[in-house]
């Protein structure tokens, strides 16, 4: 099978990875999620919790 082609960044570099996972306090979503989402980060679904 062959492999798929790798994604470009933003940046139009070739990204190292397909994701990241992230350790956050509870207190700390809400914020993380009104500075990232739309800057590249993308909720799972809207009103998600992680």
Known sequence: MPRPMPRAAANGLMRATE????????????????????AGWLERFKGSKT
Do not use: M, Q
């Not at 996972?21 to 009104?34: S, V």
């Open 19 to 38: 994701d990241v996972d992230l350790i956050l306090a509870k207190e700390g979503l809400a914020p993380f999620k009104e500075r990232s989402i739309g």
